[in-house]
């Protein structure tokens, strides 16, 4: 049986109360975001959890772990693909922390998970108000503007990214995707190109650039990308079947 923490926070109750008051920083915050996750919708304990922390000699300390410790259960909760469970408590902790990129990043993971594209890119580009230049959320944003239909605006996404970081090889990756989805096959495999030479062990790269080689009907290159991806991921059984039949055809068009 899984561990509730709310079963066990309601019964906890008193006690989490006299351990907000603890001298010990972490057993406090612990204890505030026991009550917050647990008993947060109930005025009385939310104007306890308000008054506690506007008291609290190392308020802005206990606000950080308290944020952290929420973020920690709800990844816990997103792992577990209990989604709701995850966003409701990335939520509370944005209740401590509005401006949380970090929080607004993970709230909009667990939205693109569950595929709801539109909450994400919103979710990301809150998380951007913070932190223009991330390109880890740059790249997930343009993610989900891809499947969100809104190739454009994905493409914009990977080029923030990589204006702020250039050496970032699942921007290009990506980048590739969307080019090749639109059939810019030049373009997508110098996309794919430059992703596998910042990352080589990076093996779906050398596979997606080997379908776009024959999309251009370009066998030579594709069975070399196949090759390269297949030292990274022998155990790939779709590319290595992919292999043997561009390797079957280049041995008929000899």
């Known amino acids: 049986r899984r561990f509730c923490l709310k079963r066990h926070a309601r019964r906890l109750k008193p006690r989490l109360k006299r351990?907000?008051?603890?001298?010990?920083?972490?057993?406090?915050?612990?204890?505030?975001m026991s009550l917050h996750f647990a008993h947060g919708e109930n005025r009385q304990t939310r104007d306890f959890l308000i008054a506690h922390l506007e008291k609290d000699k190392q308020a802005s300390l206990l606000r950080a772990r308290w944020v952290l410790a929420l973020s920690h259960l709800a990844g816990v909760y997103r792992e577990r693909n209990e989604f709701a469970l995850a966003r409701g408590t990335y939520e509370k902790a944005l209740e401590l922390k509005p401006d949380d990129a970090t929080v607004h990043f993970n709230l909009g993971l667990t939205y693109h998970q569950q595929g709801g594209f539109t909450r994400a890119i919103a979710s990301?580009?809150?998380?951007?108000?913070?932190?223009?230049?991330?390109?880890?959320?740059?790249?997930?944003?343009?993610?989900?503007?891809?499947?969100?239909?809104?190739?454009?605006?994905?493409?914009?996404?990977?080029?923030?990214?990589?204006?702020?970081?250039?050496?970032?090889?699942?921007?290009?990756?990506?980048?590739?995707?969307?080019?090749?989805?639109?059939?810019?096959?030049?373009?997508?495999?110098?996309?794919?190109?430059?992703?596998?030479e910042l990352d080589p062990s990076l093996s779906n790269a050398y596979f997606f650039l080997?379908?776009?080689?024959?999309?251009?009907?370009?066998?030579?290159?594709?069975?070399?990308?196949?090759?390269?991806?297949?030292?990274?991921?022998?155990?790939?059984?779709?590319?290595?079947?992919?292999?043997?039949?561009?390797?079957?055809?280049?041995?008929?068009?000899?």
């Open 210 to 254: 080997a379908r776009a080689y024959l999309k251009s009907k370009q066998a030579e290159p594709a069975a070399r990308a196949l090759r390269a991806g297949l030292h990274y991921a022998p155990e790939d059984e779709d590319a290595r079947k992919m292999l043997n039949d561009v390797e079957a055809y280049l041995s008929q068009s000899r």
């Open 124 to 196: 990301f580009e809150k998380a951007l108000a913070t932190e223009p230049n991330d390109p880890i959320t740059l790249v997930n944003l343009g993610i989900a503007r891809r499947r969100n239909g809104e190739a454009r605006l994905a493409v914009a996404a990977y080029e923030r990214a990589l204006a702020a970081y250039p050496h970032h090889a699942l921007a290009y990756f990506n980048l590739g995707n969307v080019y090749y989805e639109s059939a810019e096959l030049e373009q997508a495999i110098s996309a794919y190109q430059k992703a596998t």
């Open 19 to 32: 351990w907000s008051e603890h001298e010990d920083l972490d057993l406090r915050a612990l204890a505030m």
